[in-house]
């Protein structure tokens, strides 16, 4: 399962263009990035602070063929996130239930899964923000940043590439799964 990928310097968010493109180009599986967003969404209507150099991102698609609860794909793509993070830092990181990743108790990403209908069929869509150079401050909930725990510079794109293939290998695992469930 292969995402289509589409670029962008600056979006308003992320989620939002996804829905925009699954609109208006048909689109079942996408990954949507940009290097700025100018109101970037976190859980519950907050707003999700859109430093430069760090990473924004959503995945669509459809969920025409996954028959799993929005919690156990809440779940998974925490998972796939952390493992993606494993690459940089080799610690503990850990889950702050549902949607938050954590290390050294601040967080470094956030995830915000929504579910809609455009043409009769449900999309999930998942938007990630990993701090990868700045930290945002944020009352009461410390966070971090990859620069600022290894001491190194990242390639933003090289990031970009590996959650790509994280997500593409683990959609086409759940497709495969569902399909001899349903036999």
């Known amino acids: ?11 308003k968010s ?11 180009l048909n689109c079942k599986y996408g990954m949507v990035v940009s290097d700025a967003q100018s109101m970037g969404r976190g859980q519950y209507g ?18 025409e063929n996954i028959n799993l609860s929005i919690s156990k794909l809440t779940k998974i793509n925490c998972l796939l996130v952390k493992k993606l993070l494993t690459n940089y830092y080799k610690k503990n990181i850990t889950i702050k239930k549902p949607n938050d990743l954590l290390i050294n108790k601040k967080k470094i990403s956030g995830i915000l899964q929504e579910v809609v209908s455009i043409f009769k069929k449900k999309f999930l869509i998942i938007g990630i923000g990993i701090n990868i150079i700045k930290s945002p ?7 971090t940043n990859l620069k600022k725990l290894t001491n190194k510079t990242f390639k933003k794109a090289d990031i970009e590439n590996k959650l790509k293939l994280i997500f593409e290998k683990n959609l086409s695992k759940m497709y495969k799964i569902d399909k001899r469930l349903n036999k």
């Open 1 to 11: 399962m292969k995402f289509k990928k589409f670029k962008f310097k600056k979006v």
């Open 14 to 24: 992320t989620n939002k263009t996804s829905i925009r493109i699954i609109k208006n």
């Open 46 to 63: 907050k707003k999700w602070i859109s430093h430069k150099g760090n990473l924004f991102v959503s995945f669509f698609y459809e969920l």
């Open 137 to 143: 401050k944020i009352n009461n909930y410390p966070t």
